[in-house]
């Protein structure tokens, strides 16, 4: 997919710059060209010597430096490029490019480019969290860059953790790759669902769970990224649905199961709903109303069909079928007995006990449960799972 395209990456000044390292080698092992510009602020904290080393090639550090701008030029450095990667992408490059400056090489490049650009942001979680950095990022994404990014997790500064975390090296390869066109789930059709469902209980009531959509939505989002054709059937979610993907919206495990079947065949599907297991049997036609005798209505309730089993028993069966288990105890046990009463392939198990703060939280604890056996990931923002499972899924349907 990279063979021959010529990538240029322009690293920012943040601690995050280490890592560029590590993204040049595995940009030129999948057969990527890589030109280097590198700010004055990055190169406080790697050098150009360990760049240039890396990408064989010149490094470019100055707006002013003569005989860079008689070679080469920064129109012809940002144009002679097939995608331009910026990681780290600082809060001052991305506010210099949402505002148009251009006073320094990188910058110029940014702004004389008529390639794409990918932006993976690195900093402090309160710069990222400032309105500014959001007003810039909602800026810069509207005038069509590309982002990947931040995850969370532990911060350079000792004690700080949130939001801001450059997404690893592969991550943002990646996103290269769907970017240039065809990433690694190209070609390929993905069914996600998310969100909870609402049972009516009467035409004004009804019984719903605290799933926020969250994770399935993060999910259709990291599977597009590496250009997967997406179908996302949502209950009544609380986070809106990503862009580019189709959007199915349901209310009911009922609907939901016909937009599931309607939307098949799939070469995977990725159940991340929390599907309710019973609706009313007797919901009320008409609102319930009391009846001063001071008894309160029995409910009935009925079975919902069970979408995961049936798309995992039935046909056309994806290649691929992922389910999830939130579980409140006995975590793996549970969701281990799950996929094989189930019949998917994979659980991803998650304990959303009230003490995690998962469940309609931003970050996911879970472990993936395969015909291998169980493996825990370490908890992380629900955008990093996404990305992770992505990439697996990717590798499993490759
Ligand atoms: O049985 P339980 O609800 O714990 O199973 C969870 C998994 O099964 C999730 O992947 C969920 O989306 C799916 N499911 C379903 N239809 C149901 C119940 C659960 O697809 N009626």
Redesign the pocket.
Known sequence: MLRDRRILLIIGGGIAAYKALDLIRRLRERGAKVRAVMTPAAQEFVTPLSVGALTADHVFTGLFDRQDEQDVGHIRLSREADLIVVAPATADLMAKLAQGLAGDLASAVLLATDKPVLMAPAMNPRMWAHPATRRNRATLAGDGVLFVGPGRGEMAEAGEAGEGRMAEPLEIVATAEAALGGGVLAGKHVLV?SGPTHEPIDPVRYIANRSSGAQGTALAAALRDLGARVTFVTGPATVPPPGGVAVVRVET?AQ??AAVEAALPADAAV???????WRVANAGAQKMKKDGSGKAPALEFAE????????SKGQPRPRLV??????TETVIAHATA?RLR?G?DW?VANDVSPATGIMGGAENAVTLITDAGAETWERMGKDAVARRLAARIAEALA
């Open positions: 669902t495990a939901m199961l159940m991340a709903a929390a599907v309710a297991d919902n069909p069970d979408i995961l089993a049936r798309v992922v389910g999830f288990a939130a579980e799950k189930k998917c659980i």
